[in-house]
C-alpha cells in the first residue's frame, strides 16, 4: 500500500495477545540488537499501528516494577514515518499503562538520536539521567546518526501522580498485611532437618526452584554449619515461616563475603504449596527487609524464572525491578526457560 493512501483516522492502534507475531523487521529499526529483542520480546506488552491489517507501527514496553514501565521499543515504519502515526501509538499506550496504574515510564535513547529525543519530549518526558559512554563501551561498531557520534545513553521518563512517584515506595509500610496466624522467625541450629526436609518437599512441589527433586544433596551438619554461619554473620540471615510447629517457608538472604559485594544480598525463597498465595511470601519479604535495612545493607537480587507470575508479581509489588533477562538459563522439564534477574535498591 502506498503510504499516501490511507486517512489518519484509518489508522488502527491495537494491544496483541500473546500468540500474535510482531514483526522482527520492524523491532530492528529500532534496535539493531537482535539478540536483546529476543530477550525483551516475551515480557512486553505489544502494541501495534495497523492500516488495513499491515503493521506499520509497534510499541513494546517491559513493566519493570509495579507501578513503573519501561518502553523497550517502539518503530514505525521508514515509508510512514513523520505522518504522526508514533504519536498515535505513543499516546495510546501511555492512556493503557495509566489504566494499568503505572506512575512511571520510561525510555532510554542516544544523545545523537535528534528525533526521538524531540518525540519522546514532545509527549511529556523529561531527561532524567544520563549514562555517559553508554554506546562506546558497550556497542563494538561506532554508531552515527545526524552527524553525531553517539556515545551517551539519555534516559528520559514521564511521570503521573506526585513528584516522589520517582523514588520507591514499600507497599508494605503503608499497607500492613492481614495478621496470620503463622510466625516468622529466624532460623537456629535445631531448625536443621526440619529446613532440610521442608526444602526437599519443595523441590518435590514445584519446577520453580533451582533444584530437581533428589538434587538437594546437603546433609543436616552442612545446613546446621549454614544456619550457625549466618547467625553470626552481618549480612546472611535465613528466616522461616512457621504454622503450628512446622516449618512451612523459608527465606535464605545470602550476603556478599567480599569487601567490593557486602552490601549486596542474594535471596532464595520458598513456601509449601499448600500454603502458598496467602501473603506468606510478602511476610517473609517484610521481615527480611526491615532487616536489611537494619543493617544498612544496599542491594537486594534474586532470579526468577520468566513463566512464575506469582513470584513475579510478588517481587515487583514490593519494589523489585526487573535488571536483565538471562535467556534460555535453565532447562525445564526439557523445555529452555528464561532467567529474569531482579533487584531492589534499599
Ligand atoms: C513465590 C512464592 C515464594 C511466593 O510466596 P506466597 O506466599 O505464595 O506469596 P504471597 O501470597 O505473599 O503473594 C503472592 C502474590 O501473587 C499474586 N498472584 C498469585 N498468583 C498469581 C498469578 N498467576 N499471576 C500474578 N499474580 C499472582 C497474589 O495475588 C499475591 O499478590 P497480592 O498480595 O498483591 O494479592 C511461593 O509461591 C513459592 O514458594 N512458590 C514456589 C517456589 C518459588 O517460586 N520460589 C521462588 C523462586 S524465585
Given at each position: 500500500?502506498?503510504?499516501?493512501?490511507?486517512?489518519?483516522?484509518?489508522?488502527?492502534?491495537?494491544?496483541?495477545?500473546?500468540?500474535e507475531?510482531?514483526?522482527?523487521?520492524?523491532?530492528?529499526?529500532?534496535?539493531?540488537?537482535?539478540?536483546?529483542?529476543?530477550?525483551?520480546?516475551?515480557?512486553?506488552?505489544?502494541?501495534?499501528?495497523?492500516?488495513?491489517?499491515?503493521?506499520?507501527?509497534?510499541?513494546?514496553?517491559?513493566q519493570?516494577?509495579?507501578?513503573?514501565?519501561?518502553?523497550?521499543?517502539?518503530?514505525?515504519?521508514?515509508?510512514?514515518?513523520?505522518?504522526?502515526?508514533?504519536?498515535?501509538?505513543?499516546?495510546e499506550?501511555?492512556?493503557q499503562?495509566?489504566?494499568?496504574?503505572?506512575?512511571?515510564?520510561t525510555?532510554a535513547?542516544?544523545?545523537?538520536?535528534?528525533?526521538?529525543?524531540?518525540?519522546?519530549q514532545?509527549?511529556?518526558f523529561?531527561?532524567?539521567r544520563?549514562?555517559?559512554?553508554?554506546?562506546?563501551?558497550?556497542y563494538?561498531?561506532?554508531?552515527?546518526e545526524?552527524?553525531?557520534i553517539?556515545?551517551?545513553?539519555?534516559i528520559l521518563q514521564?511521570?503521573?501522580?506526585?513528584s516522589?512517584?520517582?523514588?520507591?515506595?514499600?507497599?508494605?509500610?503503608?499497607?500492613?498485611?492481614?495478621?496470620?496466624v503463622?510466625?516468622?522467625?529466624?532460623?537456629?541450629?535445631?531448625?536443621?532437618?526440619a529446613?532440610?526436609?521442608?526444602k526437599?518437599?519443595?523441590?518435590?512441589?514445584t519446577?520453580?526452584?533451582?533444584?530437581?527433586?533428589?538434587e538437594?544433596n546437603?546433609?543436616?551438619?552442612?545446613?546446621?554449619?549454614?544456619?550457625?554461619?549466618?547467625?553470626?554473620?552481618?549480612?546472611?540471615?535465613?528466616?522461616?515461616?512457621e504454622?503450628?510447629?512446622?516449618?512451612?517457608g523459608?527465606?535464605e538472604?545470602?550476603g556478599?563475603?567480599?569487601?567490593?559485594?557486602?552490601?549486596?544480598?542474594?535471596?532464595?525463597?520458598?513456601?509449601?504449596?499448600?500454603?502458598?498465595?496467602?501473603?506468606?511470601?510478602?511476610?517473609?519479604?517484610?521481615t527480611?527487609?526491615?532487616?536489611?535495612?537494619?543493617?544498612?545493607?544496599h542491594?537486594l537480587?534474586l532470579?526468577?524464572?520468566?513463566?512464575?507470575?506469582?513470584?513475579?508479581?510478588?517481587y515487583?509489588?514490593?519494589?523489585?525491578?526487573?535488571e536483565?533477562?538471562?535467556?534460555?538459563?535453565?532447562?525445564?522439564?526439557h523445555?529452555?526457560?528464561?532467567l529474569?534477574q531482579?533487584?531492589?535498591?534499599l
Open positions: 500500500m502506498e503510504s499516501s493512501n490511507y486517512s489518519y483516522d484509518s489508522v488502527l492502534i491495537r494491544a496483541q495477545s500473546n500468540h507475531c510482531i514483526p522482527i523487521a520492524l523491532l530492528m529499526l529500532a534496535d539493531p540488537d537482535i539478540e536483546a529483542i529476543q530477550r525483551y520480546k516475551t515480557y512486553c506488552r505489544w502494541w501495534t499501528a495497523e492500516i488495513t491489517n499491515h503493521v506499520v507501527g509497534v510499541c513494546g514496553v517491559l519493570r516494577t509495579a507501578q513503573e514501565w519501561e518502553i523497550m521499543n517502539i518503530a514505525v515504519e521508514d515509508s510512514y514515518e513523520g505522518q504522526g502515526i508514533g504519536s498515535k501509538l505513543l499516546d499506550v501511555l492512556q499503562l495509566k489504566q494499568y496504574k503505572a506512575k512511571v515510564v525510555v535513547t542516544g544523545n545523537s538520536s535528534l528525533g526521538a529525543l524531540a518525540f519522546y514532545k509527549h511529556g523529561r531527561i532524567v544520563i549514562e555517559h559512554d553508554h554506546f562506546t563501551t558497550h563494538e561498531q561506532p554508531i552515527i545526524n552527524g553525531i553517539c556515545r551517551d545513553q539519555i514521564k511521570s503521573w501522580g506526585d516522589n512517584s520517582l523514588s520507591y515506595q514499600y507497599p508494605y509500610s503503608k499497607e500492613p498485611y492481614l495478621a496470620m503463622v510466625s516468622v522467625r529466624i532460623a537456629q541450629i535445631r531448625d536443621s532437618g529446613l532440610i526436609r521442608m526437599q518437599k519443595l523441590d518435590e512441589q519446577t520453580f526452584m533451582l533444584l530437581e527433586p533428589g538437594r546437603l546433609n543436616e551438619a552442612e545446613q546446621r554449619d549454614m544456619i550457625r554461619y549466618a547467625l553470626r554473620s552481618a549480612n546472611s540471615n535465613i528466616f522461616l515461616a504454622h503450628e510447629g512446622q516449618i512451612i523459608y527465606l538472604a545470602i556478599g563475603k567480599v569487601a567490593r559485594n557486602r552490601h549486596s544480598v542474594y535471596i532464595v525463597v520458598g513456601v509449601l504449596q499448600e500454603y502458598a498465595n496467602r501473603g506468606i511470601g510478602r511476610r517473609l519479604f517484610q527480611m527487609i526491615h532487616w536489611a535495612q537494619d543493617r544498612h545493607l542491594r537480587e532470579n526468577v524464572q520468566g513463566n512464575n507470575e506469582r513470584a513475579l508479581h510478588l515487583r509489588s514490593l519494589g523489585f525491578r526487573i536483565g533477562i538471562q535467556k534460555n538459563a535453565l532447562v525445564v522439564e523445555r529452555y526457560v528464561d529474569i531482579m533487584g531492589l535498591l
